[in-house]
Each structure stands twice: as C-alpha cells, then as structure tokens.
C-alpha cells in the first residue's frame, strides 16, 4: 500500500455520558485522535464545536445522558457528529452574540465550522458539523503520519468488537484503554504469526530494527 495515498477509512466513535466535568477529557481525546490523522489545523475548532455539543445535550437533554461522539472523513470534509437519544429536543440557531453567557452554543458552531445541521433516525438526534481540510492534502488524500493513522484505524475495530466501552472520565483513562487495545492487537498479531509457524521472536526484532530505522530517518 502506497502511504502517500492511505485515509482512514472508519469513523472514530466514543461513547460517554453527557457530563459537565467530561468535557476536557473529551475533548482532548478528539484532540489526540485528530492529530493521528494528521488534521492539526482543525482540531481548536473541532473541539471547540465538540464541547459546545456536549454542552447543549447536558442542558436540554439531561445530565449523564448516553451520548456518542462521531468523526469521520468524506471528501473534502471532516464530519463530526454527537449522537444522543432526545428526537425532541433539536438545537436551534439564535441570535446571541459570541459574547453572551448563554444561549451562544449553535451561533459558535455556526461561526467555526463550515456547516452544521441535525438529523433524526428514529428515537435519536444526530448534530453534526463539517470542516472544510485543506485542499492539497483532500486532492490527494494525503495523511503525514500514516502508521499512526493505521493504528487508529485497528484500535477503533477494537473497542468496536463487542468489549465493554467505558464512558471518558478522565485523560488517564482514555489513554490506559488505548493502550489496553493496542497490547491486545499486538499480541493477536503474535498468535497469528505462530499459527502461520513463523518465529515470533524475528518478528519482534524486524519490526523493532523497522522501528529504530525510520525514526533515524524522520530524525536526520
């Protein structure tokens, strides 16, 4: 596979409960997952929408609602969604200032994303919002740190595969659940490897030397 022409292909999907005191964590896990996509330059705004949603499912909907974050690529775009459970309560477009204390959530939205809608599927809302990327890297569909891409990619299909998803409380959880999935993957690797009567140990070795030699490069 050619890395110059690789994109994730699934959307990323967290799920958690709608909780004032979830909003760093969740937003700096976007923040993490963004940058494994090579998005850098959308991520303030992406996780400025994000906390806007989260905050507009809390005071309309209810505290400790299941809600579900969505990102995903299509086109030129970044999609970002939070799924909640409320078909009733469908935000709205007013006319608050930037500046106001409340009432600001969707004008924000408005002003930092590219556009933004809702959609209802039966007894859920979806509220999405898109960022426009950067042409160049949409023509070619281009991400500069490809292996990190890839493991995101893996790691979803993990948390994904029937495993218990725990809500995000803290920047400490979310980065020892990854790490969880990312043992795991590596050790279903393993298995594999034995079952195809391969050595294990060489693996380990050619994929440590693989390692070493392209962060020299990367490095020079």
Known sequence: MDDALWRPTQP??????????????????????????????????????????????????????????????????????????????????????????????????????????????GDRKITWCEFRMDATRAERQHMPMPRLARVADVLSLYSGSGRTQEPVVAGRLATATAEDAAISAITDLLYWFRAQGWDVDDALDRAQSHFEAECEVRLS
């Not at 009733?88 to 930092?112: H, S």
Request: glycine letters at 8%; hydrophobic letters at 45%.
């Open 12 to 121: 990323w999907r967290l799920p958690f409960l709608a909780e004032a005191d979830q909003v760093w964590a969740l937003r700096r896990a976007l923040r993490i997952h963004l940058e494994y996509w090579g998005l850098h330059e959308l991520t303030d705004a992406a996780e400025l929408c994000v906390g806007e949603l989260l905050a507009n499912v809390i005071k309309h909907v209810g505290p400790e609602t299941p809600t579900t974050l969505v990102a995903s690529l299509g086109g030129s775009h970044l999609r970002i969604e939070v799924h909640d459970p409320d078909a009733r309560a469908l935000p709205t477009l007013t006319c608050a200032t930037l500046d106001a204390e409340a009432g600001r959530g969707m004008t924000l939205i408005d002003a930092v994303s590219d556009r933004w809608g809702v959609e209802l599927t």
